[in-house]
């Protein structure tokens, strides 16, 4: 995630909404340097086609924009 987004404490779960189930997972977990790990994207039995072209389409909770209207970073 762009580095001014809070995404709160290391090891914090995450909750993941798929939008239009571009995905499995549901959940997933802080790490460090902002990110956010996502184990079994499509799921643990390969039911989930993965080939390209792809496109990933999710909200995660709990997240915070930052404050000001400064541009967050990259993505």
Sequence with gaps: MPPFVNIGEIGRKVIIKPVDNSIVAREGTVRKDNT????????????????????????????????????????
């Design 36 to 75: 956010i790990e996502i184990i079994n994207v499509f799921g643990t039995d390969g039911e989930k086609n993965n080939r390209a072209p792809l496109t990933i389409d999710f909200i995660i909770e709990g997240t915070q924009n930052p404050t000001s209207t400064k541009n967050a970073g990259k993505f």
